[in-house]
């Protein structure tokens, strides 16, 4: 089980490059901002709620991998915007 602490925020980012509703589009080719699913957040986040859906820069996430799973880990600062 994965658990943030401080503002740390953990995303599923296997929906990288999607068509959202609202028309943000991210392309394949747009490696630099990315679009995120939160699976977890810390105690002291504030903005962001799991099952958001966030646009992030790769530049500031952290990859690990947990049970087979990859999954960028982020402060929340560093996320761009909610969609």
Do not use: F, H, P, W
Request: aromatic share 4%.
């Amino acid at each position: 089980m994965l658990r943030c602490i401080g503002k740390n925020v953990i995303l599923d980012s296997s929906d990288k490059n999607e068509y959202e509703k609202n028309g943000i589009i991210v392309k394949t080719s747009t490696v630099s901002n990315l679009i995120g699913n939160v699976v977890c957040v810390g105690k002291e986040v504030e903005d962001v709620e799991v099952g958001d859906k966030v646009i992030y820069s790769q530049m500031d996430a952290k990859k690990i991998v947990y049970e087979s799973n990859e999954y960028s880990v982020i402060n929340e600062k560093d996320i761009l915007a909610i969609i």
